[in-house]
Nanobody, 125 residues
Framework: QAQPEESGGGLALAGKSLRLSCRYD????????MGWARQVPGKAREFVAA????????FYGDAVKDRFTISRDNAENTVYLQMDSLKPEDTADYYC??????????????????WGRGTQVTVSS
């Protein structure tokens, strides 16, 4: 099956911003929720953000709430993660996920059916 492809990672100074993009060319992009997670080597994957199929509902992990913004452009089959006020603890590999349904369900730990290969984000102090 098609795999989402992340881009936009890199090195940033603390307090600055980065925007990640994720394009998914699978069928019916606009019919599925999308999300972002991150992982530091040796640690469990951490939920970052999710967005419903039509962009009306968004969800954020506690660590990034009020600093990161998820959005999507269904015409471009792309979901974005705007990361502002970056902190060194945001350093991780960031992964884009395709949802199993139109909505994201916070109580469900299996919302995403396929993940991209990730893009690395490094924040220096």
């Amino acid at each position: 099956q098609a795999q989402p492809e992340e881009s936009g990672g890199g090195l940033a100074l603390a307090g600055k911003s980065l925007r990640l993009s994720c394009r998914y060319d699978g069928r019916l992009f606009s019919s599925f929720a999308m999300g972002w997670a991150r992982q530091v080597p040796g640690k469990a994957r951490e939920f970052v953000a999710a967005i419903s199929y039509n962009g009306e509902k968004t969800f954020y992990g506690d660590a990034v709430k009020d600093r990161f913004t998820i959005s999507r452009d269904n015409a471009e089959n792309t979901v974005y993660l705007q990361m502002d006020s970056l902190k060194p603890e945001d350093t991780a590999d960031y992964y884009c996920g395709v949802g199993r349904s139109r909505q994201y369900y916070p109580q469900d730990d299996d919302n995403f059916r396929v993940w991209g290969r990730g893009t690395q984000v490094t924040v220096s102090s």
